[in-house]
C-alpha cells in the first residue's frame, strides 16, 4: 500500500463495513449506498441498482448470521480487509472488501470479492 495505513485507519474501515452490513440488516438502501465508493456509486447509478445487485449476488453480506474480521491485506494497490460471513444458511463465505480513502480522509467500500471457504 503506498501510504501506511494507521491503527486509527484500520479501525474506520472496520466501523464502515460494518456500518454497511447494519444498512443492509435495516434494509436501509440509501444509507448502504453512502457507504460505497463513488466509483461504485457511478456504477450502480441508484440505491434500487445497487440493492438488487445486493440481494441478488451478495445474501452474506446482506444478511450474515454472523461476521469476523481476518486480516487487512493489499489487493489491487488497495487496502483490502478479509471478512468471514456466515450466511443464513450456515455457509462461510469469505468476503475481500477493496477499500478507498476519500479526500476527505474518509474510507468508502470500493468492491467486494466473496469467495466460499475451502473445506480443510
Sequence with gaps: MSNEI????????????????????ADDGIQAFLYAAPTIRQQFKSVGNFMR???GSYQAVYRPRSVLFGELNEMQGMPAQTVYLMAQTGEIVKA?????????KDWRI???FLMPMEEI
Design 110 to 112: 470500493a468492491g467486494c
Design 6 to 25: 494507521t491503527n486509527t485507519d484500520k479501525e474506520a474501515i472496520r466501523r464502515i463495513i460494518i456500518a454497511q452490513i447494519e444498512a443492509f440488516k
Design 53 to 55: 445487485m445486493v440481494r
Design 96 to 104: 475481500v472488501y477493496l477499500m478507498q480513502q476519500q479526500p476527505s
